[in-house]
Each structure stands twice: as structure tokens, then as C-alpha cells.
């Protein structure tokens, strides 16, 4: 099995700022629109004061926005990837049975800006939007997915599957340890150097209890097998963000 650490969501590369947290409750923000074939507005998710805020007015409720991840109301996850980080996600397998574990950047609350996990999807399929039947891509398009609207790229790919946004913004989702910058991690026990893709430099593994994530990048890959600590690890996961 492969856990996929994916970095989505506002930074201060893509939005020019943090998802908020608000309630109590991680909100993430999908990046603005940059191919011109989203047809969603922040206002259409009920985001555009969020998003406002979030981007210093560079972006609102008019502004069109990549929503993707998309979670459905029935449990689902619908998530697209192109370019080199699809071709990087091919290259290490990543497939049915694996699971994405998505996390961005927030901040709010009395919280300074850190990265925390913000929902997963455990892929049951996996679409391949250049091959696919027409009505297959249709149905996806028909529900707004931008992937599915237009392609991005050759090796277009939808991963779908179970998959939920956080209820709360659980101390048990935050990577960033406290009191530290953005990408100092408070790293899981059983993941160890070796084991995630883009970070093999031993520096990043140098300081006990910690990972030096790096500074960009969307999908990182731990293949972990049978390995009972990092399933242990994901199950924990699973539930905070069910149950907060």
C-alpha cells in the first residue's frame, strides 16, 4: 500500500495566502483557475469572503477556482492530476487500495500558518481521462469536475473513491510541529528516511521526531507494504477526521 502526502489547496504560491480555519473547522480553499476551463466560483462553494480575505482581494466570490479535490455529500472523492505529478504517481504505482492524504497550509484561530491534513480519498478507481469512454468522462463533467471539463494535459487521471473533509482541525492532523515554521514537521514514528518521495536528503531526516518537508511539490509517496505502524498511523488519520 501507498500513502500519498498531497499538498493542496491556498499557499502563498497559488491564492497568495492560508485556508482559514473558521469554527473550529479547516476550510481549504481550491487555487484559483489559471487554463480558463473551470466553470466554479468561490461564491458557487460559499467561499468567496473567504477567499477575499485569504488572497488580500486578488480573489472572490466572481473568481473562478480549480476544485479539486472535490468531496460529494455521499462520502466520495473525486481528485484529478497532470503533468509530472501524475507521471510521478504512475511511476511509484500508485493505484487502487492507496490512499491520499491531503494537507495544505492554514492558519486562523490563534493558529500561525502550518500544514495539517485536511481530508483523504482511498482509491477504488482510477480514470484515465484520454482513454476513458465518453460518457464515463461526462458523468465526472456533469458534476463540475475541472479535469473532467477540459484536459489539462495528456496524462489527464481521475482517482476516485471513498474520501472526507475534516469535521474539526484536530491537533491529530497538524504536521507542523508547534511553535515551529511552515515545513518543520512533527514527522509520524514509523516514517523514517527512505521511506517518501522528493525527500532523500538526509538533512531532512537529521533532527529527532522531525521532517523538513519540502518547500514545494504536490504528491509525495511513502510505499509502506504490509507495514502495521504506518496503517496503524493511517487509521488514526481516518478517524480524526471523521470524528474530529
Same mark, same amino acid.
Given at each position: 500500500?501507498?500513502?500519498?502526502? +498531497? ?10 495566502? +492560508? ?26 462553494? @460559499? ?5 477575499? /480575505?485569504? /488572497? #488580500? ?37 500508485? @493505484?487502487?487500495?492507496? !490512499? ?7 492558519? *486562523? ?54 474520501? #472526507? ?7 491529530? $492532523?497538524?504536521?507542523?510541529?508547534? @511553535?515551529?515554521? $511552515? +515545513? #518543520? ?11 517518501? +518521495? ?6 531532512? %531526516? ?8 519540502? /518547500? ?7 510505499? !509502506? *507494504? #504490509? ?5 496503524? %498511523?493511517?487509521? /488514526? ?8
Amino acid at each position: 500500500m501507498k500513502i500519498v502526502f +498531497s499538498r493542496k489547496g491556498f499557499d502563498s504560491g497559488s491564492g497568495g495566502g +492560508s485556508s482559514p480555519i473558521v469554527d473550529g473547522r479547516p476550510i481549504s480553499l481550491p487555487i484559483p483557475d489559471t487554463k480558463g476551463i473551470a466553470r466554479t466560483t468561490y461564491g458557487d462553494l @460559499g467561499l468567496g469572503e473567504l477567499a477575499d /480575505s485569504a /488572497s #488580500r482581494g486578488a480573489y472572490d466570490a466572481d473568481s473562478l477556482c480549480h476544485h479539486d479535490p472535490m468531496f460529494t455529500d455521499d462520502g466520495r472523492c473525486i481528485f484529478g492530476q497532470v503533468g509530472a505529478a501524475q507521471t510521478h504517481l504512475t511511476n511509484h504505482g500508485v @493505484g487502487r487500495g492507496d !490512499v491520499f492524504v491531503f494537507f495544505g497550509r492554514f492558519e *486562523g484561530e490563534g493558529q500561525a500558518a502550518h500544514h495539517r491534513i485536511f481530508g483523504y480519498l482511498e482509491v477504488e478507481q482510477v480514470i484515465d481521462l484520454a482513454r476513458c469512454d465518453d460518457a464515463v468522462r461526462a458523468q465526472y463533467a456533469a458534476l463540475g469536475h475541472p479535469h473532467a471539463l477540459g484536459m489539462h494535459g495528456t496524462n489527464d487521471t481521475l482517482y476516485v473513491g471513498p474520501g #472526507r473533509m475534516a469535521a474539526r482541525a484536530s491537533d491529530a $492532523l497538524r504536521l507542523t510541529a508547534p @511553535g515551529e515554521v $511552515l +515545513s #518543520r514537521w512533527e514527522r509520524p514514528k514509523w516514517l523514517r528516511h527512505g521511506d517518501l +518521495s522528493y525527500h532523500d536528503a538526509e538533512w531532512r %531526516w537529521a533532527e529527532p521526531g522531525r521532517l523538513i518537508a519540502v /518547500s514545494r511539490g504536490q504528491e509525495f509517496v511513502a510505499n !509502506v *507494504g #504490509r507495514r502495521k505502524a504506518p496503517r496503524e %498511523w493511517l487509521a /488514526s488519520v481516518v478517524e480524526a477526521i471523521h470524528f474530529g
